[in-house]
């Protein structure tokens, strides 16, 4: 079966928020488009080494729905992560002297761009094994719902994670113990350069995930307003039966899988296309017309992105190797550490 | 007063005091529940603690064991009981590439407390996908302790100092031994043992077998054919397979200045090669004759009982290979 790899029609209608609201995940998308390029820029000048995968042109579905979930939630992600950290709220700094490598960073540079880590806002990585988290996200919902705890586990994964196991093994058991997951699909059509049909025999992810038992939903990835709308709705349902719901978020990514990958596997004109759908300027563009937003205001909030982004650069470039004396830390627990 | 009881019994017993004693203790696992556990380990827990914390799952290793790794993180103590070995290898992602990985990618601000139980062997004419022995696989990852109780003191007393670990501890336990009996106390506090050390199970001069698990009683019926024959055997079970023992190893074999090891995994790659290895690094000098190693055949595990046999250790090859260092 083909799908359609044209780019949904333009968000129409109104913006249903305060202006305050919505200017503020304008700006967390911002926010991440100015990390996302400097980063770029920075590994062209080796700064940045290893594997680095940018969430350009996804920025809406990281802002939308991590908007949607409380800070007490639990949150596993992929290795495409930096924007669900910062939104989540890690320091951009932090962010950016991880993927240097530096001591400052989260993971003190063990870990790398594929691996932010944060206790603190509840983030669970960061996990480099396409569909590897889908199983943790099953199971902080499995410990939440035994300890009569509230909170949920959002878990954002890829079309390419439905066609492993890990996938099809999750669903079936967030819901068969009516556990507390948002599952949470970010369908870019591609899994790195393989298009969604030349991978899966049924390309309706709602109706693999329905499959399961459990509500599918779908959002136009595109359209911030849409990801938050159908995720609060989500969450509400998740929250209330305390059983899973399946969202796939419709996105694409406007920049190479990797640093890596030459984008022979499609066409410009269909690149080209769905930047015309770019979240970042749809968005901003209806919230001038509603009145909502002043140019001054999108050139602040600009320019406060990149501000930010200056200083996180210069937070990395004033970091410390962690010493190579201490290359054995954290394989083990230390002694007297509890978990 | 001490008592007579089963490997599996020991186990049961040890399982039964974790989750009576800690609210975060779970198990789960196929057929841990209502069938009562495939090899009865979990007899009657059901009734006892509840469908919650006697967890049946799916045949989902890799997403029930995903789970446990999740539940651990969210402040459970699941214990998981993978049925086999076998079916670990569908799990393997999520026991090596986030379990064992977790602590180190996240700069130390998370642990995996969590126990993973399998049974491990041949023995039992399962032919080759029911037989293997891949605990020297697991012995290979950082991030992960890898324990062999082999007696009914460590089937009793390995389980508490696990759970109590940080990290995830993955427990092998070999299908032979379920139903070996042996003496245990009456009191309870006496039954932790430790999970750093290995242990010498009988005492010798002559040469030093260094071995584990279900070879541990093939070894000691080696050791008792020799001392027949005027061989002083030293029996050490290694019992923790990582982070090995190497001092251990070291003491039993410059004080016997010959060594045998036996390890039911397969020669290449295996457990064995990497205890001979070690002897080589820190006691080559105490040797008198060169290490000798009794592992399996290279070759799949047979069904029939003659070729099965003929594939594993045996205590007539250890003898051989014992005498082969004196000849």
């Known amino acids: 079966m083909n799908i359609d790899h044209h780019a949904p029609p333009p968000p129409a209608g109104p913006v249903p928020w305060q202006s305050d609201f919505a200017v503020g995940l304008l700006a967390d998308m911002v926010r991440i488009r100015r990390m996302e390029e ?264 600009d320019a406060a992105a990149n501000a930010e982004v200056a200083d996180a650069v210069a937070f990395a470039e004033a970091g410390t190797w962690e010493p190579v004396e201490d290359l054995l830390k954290d394989v083990h627990t230390p002694e007297g550490v509890a978990p | 007063m001490s008592r ?13 005091e974790a989750l009576a004693n800690d609210p975060r203790v779970f198990l789960m696992g196929e057929d841990v529940g209502r069938y009562g556990g495939t090899y009865a380990f979990s007899k009657g827990f059901l009734d006892e603690f509840g469908p919650e914390r006697i967890r049946d799952t799916p045949l989902s290793e890799l997403g029930f064991v995903g789970a446990a790794i999740g539940a651990a993180l969210g402040g459970m103590r699941p214990i998981v009981e993978v049925m086999t070995v076998n079916f670990s290898l569908l799990a393997l992602d999520q026991i090596v590439n986030t379990a064992a990985l977790y602590r180190h990618m996240s700069g130390g601000q998370f642990s995996v407390p969590l126990v993973v139980r399998m049974t491990t062997g041949a023995g039992r004419q399962l032919a080759a996908q029911h037989s293997h022995s891949l605990e020297g696989w697991y012995a290979h990852i950082p991030g992960i302790k890898v324990l062999a109780p082999a007696t009914i003191e460590d089937a009793r007393g390995m389980l508490a100092p696990a759970l109590a670990d940080p990290d995830p501890v993955v427990i092998f336990e070999h299908a032979g031994l379920f139903n070996m009996e042996g003496e245990l106390p009456d009191t309870r506090d006496d039954l932790t043992v430790d999970i750093r050390s290995a242990r010498v199970r009988r005492i010798g001069t002559d040469v030093a077998i260094i071995t584990h698990g279900g070879s541990l009683s093939k ?92 594939a594993l250790p045996q205590p007539e090859k250890i003898v051989a290979a014992v005498k082969g260092l004196f000849a």
């Open chain 2, 4 to 16: 007579t009881l089963s490997y599996r019994e020991a186990m049961r017993e040890a399982m039964h």
């Open chain 1, 38 to 301: 400097k980063s770029a820029e920075l590994y062209g000048a080796g700064k940045i080494r290893g594997f680095l995968h940018l969430y350009i042109g996804e920025e809406a579905v990281a802002v939308g729905a991590l908007h949607a979930l409380s800070v007490e939630d639990n949150i596993v992600a992929t290795y495409r992560e930096h924007a669900h950290a910062l939104v989540r709220g890690m320091a951009m700094s932090t962010i950016m002297a991880e993927m240097y490598g530096r001591r400052e960073g989260c993971a003190h540079g063990r870990g790398g761009s594929m691996h932010l880590f944060d206790k603190a806002t509840r983030l669970f990585g960061g996990n480099a094994i396409v569909g590897g988290g889908l199983p943790l996200a099953v199971g902080l919902a499995l410990a939440a719902k035994m300890q009569n705890e509230n909170r949920i586990a959002a878990c954002f994964f890829g079309d390419g994670a439905v066609a492993e196991g890990a996938f099809h093994e999750s669903l079936n058991l967030a819901a068969l113990w009516k556990l507390p997951v948002l599952f949470c699909c970010e369908n870019n059509l591609y899994g790195m350069g393989t298009a969604l049909e030349r991978s899966e025999s049924q390309t309706d992810l709602c109706v693999k995930a329905a499959s399961y038992n459990m509500p599918a939903l779908r959002a136009d990835g595109m359209d911030i307003v849409d990801v938050h709308e159908i995720t609060r709705q989500a969450v509400q349902r998740v929250r209330e039966s305390r059983s899973p719901v399946f969202v796939e978020y419709q996105t694409y990514r406007f920049r190479a899988h990797s640093m890596f990958d030459a984008e022979l596997y499609r066409p410009k004109a269909e690149v080209e296309e769905w930047k015309t759908r770019g979240p970042i300027h749809t968005f901003s563009a209806r919230l001038k017309a509603e009145g909502k937003l002043t140019e001054e205001q999108f050139l602040a909030l």
């Open chain 2, 219 to 310: 070894a000691l019926a080696a050791a008792g054919q020799l001392a027949a024959e005027g061989i002083s055997a030293e029996v050490v079970d290694l019992r923790v397979l990582r982070p090995l023992d190497t001092a251990a190893i070291a003491a039993a074999v410059a004080k016997c200045r010959r060594a045998v090891v036996v390890d039911e995994g397969w020669k290449s790659g295996s457990l064995a090669a990497e205890v001979m290895a070690r002897i080589m690094e820190n006691v080559f000098y105490e040797l008198d004759a060169p290490v000798a190693r009794v592992c399996s055949e290279e070759v799949p595990i047979p069904y029939a009982k003659h070729l099965e046999d003929a």
